[in-house]
């Protein structure tokens, strides 16, 4: 509140070290702050929380920006990277946010 007090196009970037969709108010973190006045919210994220049906709740949740760190697109080497096998769907969902923002029925 205090910074879009200050300015009308303020903009915040939701990001650190873990993921923010990985925090289990992220959605609540984004209604407040566009409550509170913020212009743009941007959110970025590794997509290491994600669950089926993310690609929906992003596009509701009113976030004006996503940044997916996918780090490589060879599976293995994101394997060596992170020690996780969730590749094709840190690789996948960006997609579905696209799909799911042009679908007029969403």
Known sequence: ??????????AITLSGCG???SHRSWRRVIEDAKAAGIL???VRTSLRAAGDGLAI???QSGMDAISV?????DPQAYFNLTGRKD??????????????ADDPAR
């Open 57 to 59: 709740e992003i596009i």
């Open 1 to 10: 509140e205090k910074a879009s007090a200050l300015s009308e196009d303020v």
């Open 69 to 73: 760190d996918v780090l490589t697109t």
């Open 19 to 21: 993921d923010p969709l």
């Open 87 to 100: 590749h094709k769907h840190v690789v996948n969902t960006p997609s579905a946010l696209i799909r799911s």
């Open 40 to 42: 743009g919210v941007h």
